[in-house]
């Protein structure tokens, strides 16, 4: 299958570039600045990249098509699914990737965002029905592992014996998965025949709290520093004393951390009834 990406310079997409080529797939991706994406790589890349700009558009834009395009994925690429300006931004790039892929003869897309921006994305569905596109939209529980953002900011936590987390994030439900398991399964599914115009949600086997989590990271990685939790009534101290302390990027902590607050329990039932998928348990893969 022939693939075109979007969304490259959130972490998802960056690391759709390392997951999703083989020889089964080709993969292109468009985005606005190629060198700076390369820099942000640390692997060769085997895709092929278009610098293309989807607000302003222009002749990279005018001049874009690929033979016999396949499948379009697009990975949401705001942190902040709520922001009103924000959204719209999204709407015009989403727009223009989807006139991209229609260009190259393709009508299918999957939209991949995070479970908890269930609630944020009618706007989304409304655009994919207005053009006409046969669309999926992929709801992934947290990533976790090896390629995850998570893992990079657990990386840092576990660098220090104290670790502060938000006191109310502690007891917050979900069902985590493996970086490397979301792909697995976006190149698994027959996406011409399955899922089209539907939500689904992808999450792993076992329900965890963040606490619990955390925990898991500190004995899998088997680090013997006597590390103790800390659960801190305030978000905006959560985020000060991690930032201050152990100079933690606080969008890094208030995207993995603090946006988990609005987290649901993942449903795997509809995907399982048409898909032979199994996760990897987290506690393999960490």
């Known amino acids: 299958m022939n693939l075109l990406l979007c969304g490259l310079n959130s972490y998802l997409g960056r690391a759709a570039l390392s997951f999703l080529p083989d020889s089964a797939h080709k993969v292109f991706g468009i985005v606005r600045d ?13 895709v092929t990249i278009f610098p293309v700009d989807l607000i302003k558009k222009g002749k990279s834009f005018d001049d874009f098509h690929i033979e016999s395009l396949d499948l379009s994925i697009y990975f949401a690429q705001r942190k ?40 944020c994305l009618m706007a989304v569905e409304d655009l994919f029905q207005e053009l006409g596109v046969q669309y999926t939209i992929l709801l992934k529980d947290l990533a976790v592992g090896s390629g995850s953002s998570f893992e990079r900011l657990m990386d840092e936590m576990l660098k220090n014996r104290l670790i502060y987390l938000y006191s109310e994030l502690g007891n917050i439900k979900f069902k985590p998965i493996l970086l490397s398991d979301l792909f697995s399964f976006i190149k698994k599914v027959n996406w011409q025949d399955s899922f089209i115009c539907q939500w689904i949600e992808f999450g792993g086997e076992r329900i965890m709290d963040m606490n619990e989590l955390v925990q898991c990271y500190i004995t899998q990685r088997g680090v013997q520093m006597g590390y103790r939790v800390f659960s801190l009534p305030s978000k905006k101290l959560a985020v000060w004393f991690n930032k201050l302390l152990y100079g933690i990027d606080s969008q890094l902590y208030d995207d993995y951390l603090l946006g988990m607050i609005g987290a649901q329990i993942t449903d795997n039932t509809l995907w399982k ?14």
């Open 80 to 119: 902040n699914q709520k922001d009103g300006l924000g959204i719209q931004y999204e709407l015009l790039s989403l727009r223009n990737f989807i006139f991209l892929s229609k260009r190259a003869g393709c009508n299918r897309v999957v939209y991949v965002a995070r479970a908890y921006d269930t609630g």
């Open 273 to 286: 009834e048409q898909v032979d998928f199994a996760t990897i348990p987290i506690e393999r893969g960490l």
């Open 34 to 46: 190629v060198d700076l994406l390369k820099r942000k790589m640390s692997a060769d890349l085997n």
